[in-house]
């Protein structure tokens, strides 16, 4: 009898809306991981091609994940500007511009791009993304010439295994603990060598109402390189390589993005088979990257 009466007297009231207004929507996320995680999962295979296209998936908050099925690229976006993280190759880049536009924003309101590390399938296309957005290109010291160059160093553990790539503009250097800050947007970076020398992570924090979370897009950090080369005869980098695996182990860090979304799980955690959302992420995954490097070096112990 209550509820009836209630309705009645809802009904019997005169919504007015002000000539000239509508009433306010409801905001509806663009592309969010609940919808889009499961079609990003059925279009991309694990260590799939690095130019394959994939769609682009708001992981939380303003972070969207808009690179290819091969390799990712992390756009945050912000009310001053945005920010981009990896530019993949150059073709890639105009497929990571593609889902950009997708979702809504201009490349030219992207102010910063930030990279993982130096090599052609993350960076390749930064400056097909420097001529499409005028953004202002971040890296590491180590960094700086390889990009400028768009050679590889030759402290380089893959030296002369990739092709040069198109040289970009490098406009700002950071080291460890710096900040790239715009509007709301800060992103503090981590220097974390060993993958290559000038690699980089990076740690910001991304809010979807009152929900924060604090998100590592961690470099790959694999002791990968050409036949003639051995970590342990390089006794700097080595100690410096396990400095940055600890450094991403010791991070706040709650949801996990790599630089090739597979070495993260990507694909089960768009589908649910894995969290999206863990704050043991960077340790499992630092846990991970020290266990591959102490593999390495026990075979060229054993002279494989």
Known sequence: MFASIAFLALAAQQIVVPLGKTPRQIERPIHPVEEWGPIWAANCKD????????????????????????ISAIL???EDGHVLIDGGTERGADLIAENIRQLGF????????????EHLDHVGGMARLQQLTGA???????????????????????????PPFRAASVGRVVGDGSDVLIGNIRVF?????????????????????????????????????????????HPESLEAFRASIAKIAASPCEILLTPHPSSSAMRDRMIGKAPLFDPDGCKNYA???????????????AGQ
């Open 287 to 301: 846990a991970k990257l020290s266990k591959n490097l102490d593999e390495r070096l026990a075979k060229e112990a």
């Open 76 to 78: 945050i976006a912000g």
């Open 106 to 117: 201009k490349l030219k309101d992207i102010k910063y791009l930030l990279m993982s590390h």
């Open 136 to 162: 202002t290109l971040v890296t590491s010291r180590a960094a700086e010439t390889v990009m400028n160059s768009g050679a590889a160093s030759a402290d380089d553990p893959q030296a002369g295994e990739h």
């Open 189 to 233: 970076a981590m220097t974390t060598p060993g993958h290559t020398p000038g690699a980089l992570s990076w740690r910001w924090e991304s809010c979807d109402g009152g929900v924060c979370r604090t998100i590592v897009y961690a470099d790959s950090l694999t002791p990968v390189s050409r036949d003639d080369y051995k970590f342990s005869a």
């Open 47 to 70: 260590w799939d091609e690095w130019d394959k296209p994939a769609p682009p998936v708001r992981i939380h908050g303003n972070t969207y994940l808009v690179g290819t099925c091969g």
